[in-house]
């Protein structure tokens, strides 16, 4: 089995900084895609950014040049670094991974959300 578990959500003030952190542990034995999906109040989880294993990266237009997204292969971890937080990036944040296991297929896994707050 794969577990996906996220750390990082907080409260904080417009205009600051949260780094999100989400490590893989289990049944690894390759990460293809791995990124991050947020969830507002009413609104649809929708994607926020993302790392493919081969270096590129996605983002939603709605960040981009703000957040950053990086990972650690050796750690199995991805990392979302996120300035000049606004109220609208108020959200649960999930962790996302295609992840082939030891059988040998992919999977999509999911974190169990952290939340972010962004309110003075």
């Known amino acids: 089995q794969v577990q996906l578990v996220e750390s990082g959500g907080d409260l904080v003030q417009p205009g600051g900084s949260l780094r999100l952190s989400c490590e893989a542990s289990?049944?690894?034995?390759?990460?293809?895609?791995m990124g991050w999906y947020r969830q507002a109040p009413g609104k649809e989880r929708a994607l926020v950014a993302q790392?493919?294993?081969?270096?590129?990266?996605n983002y939603a237009d709605s960040v981009k040049g703000r957040f950053t997204v990086s990972r650690d292969n050796v750690k199995n971890t991805v990392y979302l670094q996120m300035n000049s937080l606004n109220s609208e990036d108020t959200a649960v944040y999930y962790c996302?991974?295609?992840?082939?296991?030891?059988?040998?297929?992919?999977?999509?896994?999911w974190g169990q959300g952290t939340q972010v707050t962004v309110s003075s």
């Open positions: 289990g049944s690894v034995v390759n990460i293809n895609v």
């Open positions: 996302n991974a295609l992840i082939r296991g030891f059988d040998r297929s992919y999977a999509n896994y």
């Open positions: 790392m493919f294993s081969d270096g590129s990266r």
